[in-house]
């Protein structure tokens, strides 16, 4: 009787382990077909010298060194890091700071807040580019015009940075608002009235209780904007000049990916996406250290 009943629950679960499979099968298919052989397609590809026809030529590591040694990559590198270090601080400071301020207001005007602060997330991306081209624009622009000077936000090697960089830190702020409430609201509220009991003003709980206890939450943020900055190219494309033609004092660093794709070289392109997602890769790691030792 026992073997009978172990059997039954046996088969049991491999019905419903089989339900469960039919069910993800969608996601499973989509994830081999577009990300995991093009993915491994791209590695050897990186590998060849392919223009997209005719034969690909074995190059070994060659894509790789020429590269490494391609003066722009080095340029594009640059301004995306730039772009990264610049924007990413003022972005959580701004955003951790209005999340705190929205979440300990009641304020019937809370929620409209809310919605104009997350608005740029929702705006597309172009128009987005538009509007501020508009606002730095040197001598019809909106800065210049009500200032009555032609500052060139959009020719200057840094100003131009600059404008990009003011561009995705106005656009973030709303979504990594949203992110930081959330965290919040995880905090438990014995813990605050037992530290107002103790007699914690303002800063300290927020010190010593706030921020700590949501350290997984700015790993997570970190990380995500890190990533998103590294594989950034329609901002800089769109707001300094058209698309994909931004100056190279400028170019991001996805540019070298798109371009070479445009002009055919793939096993170069793919080399360049590869180099990519190891600095991607590296830095992900390296901030999940600094958070775990922290």
């Known amino acids: ?74 340029t594009a590198f640059a301004n995306t890091f730039f772009y990264l270090v610049v924007h990413i601080i003022p972005t959580m400071v701004i955003s951790f700071s209005v999340a705190v301020m929205l979440h300990s207001s009641y304020s019937k005007w809370t929620r409209l807040l809310k919605m104009i602060i997350f608005s740029p997330q929702v705006l597309a991306v172009v128009s987005a580019a538009m509007i501020w081209r508009v606002i730095f624009a040197t001598r019809s622009g909106v800065i210049n015009t009500l200032l009555g000077t032609e500052i060139p936000f959009l020719q200057d090697k840094l100003l131009m940075k600059l404008s990009v960089v003011i561009m995705i830190t106005w656009r973030g702020i709303g979504w990594f608002m949203v992110i930081f409430l959330s965290g919040l609201t995880t905090i438990s509220k014995d813990i605050m009235e037992a530290s107002i009991i103790d007699g914690a003003n303002v800063i300290q709980r927020l010190f010593r209780i706030t921020i700590p206890m949501m350290k997984s939450i700015f790993a997570l943020s970190f990380i995500i904007e890190t990533i998103a900055s590294i594989k950034m190219a329609v901002e800089p494309n769109l707001l300094i000049s058209n698309w994909l033609d931004a100056p190279v004092d400028a170019m991001p660093i996805l540019n070298i990916v798109i371009n070479n794709i445009k002009g055919g070289n793939f096993g170069f392109a793919s080399a360049a996406g590869w180099i990519i997602f190891i600095v991607i890769f590296l830095l992900s790691i390296v901030q999940l250290r600094l958070f775990n030792e922290s």
């Not at 172990?6 to 382990?17: G, I, T, W, Y």
């Not at 989509?30 to 030529?57: D, E, K, Q, W």
């Open 1 to 74: 009787m026992t073997d009978k009943r172990a059997n039954k629950l046996h088969k049991m679960h491999n019905r419903e382990a089989f339900t469960a499979y039919i069910f993800i099968s969608p996601f499973l298919g989509s994830f081999l077909l577009f990300f995991l052989v093009p993915a491994v397609y791209s590695i050897v590809l990186s590998f060849y010298r392919y223009r997209g026809f005719g034969n690909a030529t074995f190059v070994g590591l060659r894509n790789y060194v020429t590269l490494i040694q391609y003066p722009f990559f080095w």
